[in-house]
C-alpha cells in the first residue's frame, strides 16, 4: 500500500511539471508569436529566412534573395499596421461604448474590468 502512494505522488508531481511546463512555454510563445506579429523582434526577416531556408532548401544565392523580399515585406506590414491600427483602436473604442449601453450596472464593473485587461495586454504588445 506504501508503493501505491509513493506512485502516485511521484505521478502528480510529473503531471504537475508537465502542466506547469506547458503553460510556461505557451505563454512565451504567445508573447513571441505578438512581438513577431507586430514587427517588434529585430530578427523577424532572419528568423522567416531561416525557417524557409531550412524547408526549403535554400542555397546561398537564393537565401540572400529570399531575406531581400522578407525584409522589403516586413516594412510594408508595418505600414499597412500603421494605417490600420488607429481604425481598429476606434472600432473597438466604438463597441465599448455601445456595449455599455446594454450592460446592466451589476455587469458594468466586470465589463470595465475585462476592457482595461485587453487594452493592457494590447499596450505591452506594442512595447509600450
Known amino acids: 500500500m506504501k508503493n501505491w502512494k509513493a506512485i502516485l505522488a511521484l505521478v502528480a508531481v510529473f503531471i504537475l511539471g508537465m502542466i506547469a511546463g506547458g503553460s510556461l512555454v505557451g505563454a512565451s510563445a504567445s508573447k513571441r508569436l505578438h512581438r513577431l506579429i507586430r514587427g517588434q523582434t529585430p530578427f523577424t526577416a532572419q528568423e522567416v529566412t531561416r525557417r524557409l531556408t531550412?524547408?526549403?532548401?535554400?542555397?546561398?544565392?537564393?537565401?540572400?534573395?529570399?531575406?531581400?523580399?522578407?525584409?522589403?515585406?516586413?516594412?510594408?506590414?508595418?505600414?499597412?499596421?500603421?494605417?490600420?491600427?488607429?481604425?481598429?483602436?476606434?472600432?473597438?473604442?466604438?463597441?465599448?461604448?455601445?456595449?455599455?449601453?446594454v450592460l446592466r450596472p451589476d455587469q458594468l464593473e466586470k465589463f470595465d474590468k475585462l476592457v482595461a485587461d485587453r487594452k493592457a495586454k494590447w499596450a505591452n504588445y506594442k512595447g509600450d
Do not use: E, G, W, Y
Not at 472600432?91 to 461604448?97: G, H, K, Q, T, Y
Open 54 to 101: 531550412r524547408q526549403l532548401h535554400l542555397d546561398p544565392s537564393q537565401r540572400a534573395q529570399m531575406l531581400t523580399l522578407v525584409q522589403a515585406a516586413q516594412v510594408q506590414i508595418t505600414d499597412a499596421r500603421s494605417q490600420c491600427q488607429p481604425r481598429v483602436l476606434a472600432a473597438l473604442d466604438d463597441f465599448d461604448a455601445k456595449a455599455r449601453v
